[in-house]
């Protein structure tokens, strides 16, 4: 019976988190990517505390695999934001 309501909660959440994201506009998209990286940061400190914790294989497996992609997210992250907010800096040595 909890596999059903987990379910059901982790179906909510996709639904909730897609209508969430497609109706923000593009001049947020920024602010709320640096957002979402500092929340993967607080993501990546779990994932590392699950994966050390050496109580269950099972619970270093998936703390490995959280710590794995909680770390890409956060790099990738940083990466796109820091492309877009150099669009906005002025070209040196162009036209003026």
């Known amino acids: 019976m909890e596999a059903v309501y987990l379910t059901f909660i982790l179906v909510l959440a996709i639904f909730l988190g897609f209508e969430l994201i497609s109706k923000v506009p593009a001049t947020l998209h920024t602010p709320l990517m640096s957002g979402a990286n500092a929340i993967s940061g607080i993501t990546l400190v779990g994932a590392l505390t699950s994966a050390g914790a050496g109580s269950a294989e099972m619970s270093t497996i ?8 909680a770390s890409i997210n956060v790099v990738g992250g940083y990466m796109v934001t820091n492309r877009m907010l150099s669009m906005f800096k002025k070209k040196e040595g162009g036209d003026q």
């Open 62 to 69: 998936l703390g490995t695999l959280g710590v794995t992609f």
